[in-house]
């Protein structure tokens, strides 16, 4: 019998203004951005979850405008509250490679507590395989519903933005419609999610090869990568685990 065990960090893991959010940012990521984009002026992160990834880099890049865009209308009424108290602007969309309306598959995360109190919130462009269901039974998918798309070239002239210096993407296995939204805009600095590909999201999602020669015909360069170890016991009767390092996010520069 094969027993997976995966040891992830508790969901609401920072404090803000008396109020508890996730974030997926680390200490290590902030070293990053800082040595790449000392000072930066502006931010784009999404998608936004309950919004403790904008607030967490608003606190500690207190001069940057930071955009914080989530697709799930459920999300986004947590994150809206945060817009006068924490300093952020935020907007309803799934970030995608068009302008338009598209289905937008929620899904819930029974393990995990929002900052509201309740089921984590999560949900995709792309329609999740058998196999992440089987990898996530505690995620439970709900009615699919159709959202408002847009890309990153059409935001950022809707709001006279000319340069992004950081922008942080984690839209479950929808990275490359982002990307590919950028038109010619080139922010300075990205932090892409890569763990969450075509087996866990089909055929419209992305694999690594792919993802990573679009950024370099881009100019892009991988600067640095983060992980996490998985732990795998084959025997629950024996002592041991067989231990990997999944890598699960990307820096990448452009020059």
């Keep these: 019998t094969l ?33 790449y984009v000392p000072e930066p002026k502006v931010i784009m992160e999404f998608g936004s979850c309950d919004g403790g990834d904008g607030i967490y880099l608003k606190n500690n890049f207190p001069k940057a405008e930071v955009y914080s865009i989530e697709a799930c209308p459920e999300r ?3 994150v809206s509250q945060l817009e006068e108290p924490f300093g952020l602007h935020v907007s309803n969309y ?10 937008f598959y929620q899904s819930t995360d029974q393990n995990q507590m929002d900052s509201d109190g309740q089921y984590s919130g999560q949900g995709s462009l792309n329609k999740k395989t058998d196999l992440y269901k089987n990898s996530y039974p505690n995620i439970t998918e709900l009615e699919p519903i159709s959202v ?36 010619d805009m080139r922010p300075k600095l990205i932090k892409v999610e890569v763990v969450l590909g075509k087996d866990m999201y089909g055929e419209f999602a992305y694999d690594q090869e792919e993802l990573k020669d679009t950024l370099t015909d881009m100019n892009y ?11 795998e016991r084959f025997d629950p009767l024996l002592p041991g685990f067989k231990e990997t390092v999944v890598v699960t996010d990307r820096f990448y520069l452009h020059s």
């Design 3 to 35: 027993i997976k065990e995966t040891y992830m960090q508790d969901f609401r893991n920072y404090e803000s203004q008396g109020r508890k959010f996730y974030k997926s940012l680390s200490e290590k990521d902030l070293n990053i951005i800082r040595k």
């Design 76 to 78: 986004f009424k947590i």
């Design 94 to 103: 799934a970030v995608s490679d068009v302008n338009g309306v598209a289905t």
């Design 148 to 183: 408002n798309t847009i890309t990153v070239k059409t935001f950022c002239v809707n709001n006279k933005i000319n340069h992004v210096d950081y922008m942080h993407i984690d839209v479950e296995g929808a990275e490359l419609k982002v990307i590919s939204g950028f038109g």
């Design 221 to 231: 360069t991988q600067v640095a990568w983060d992980g996490v170890i998985k732990r």
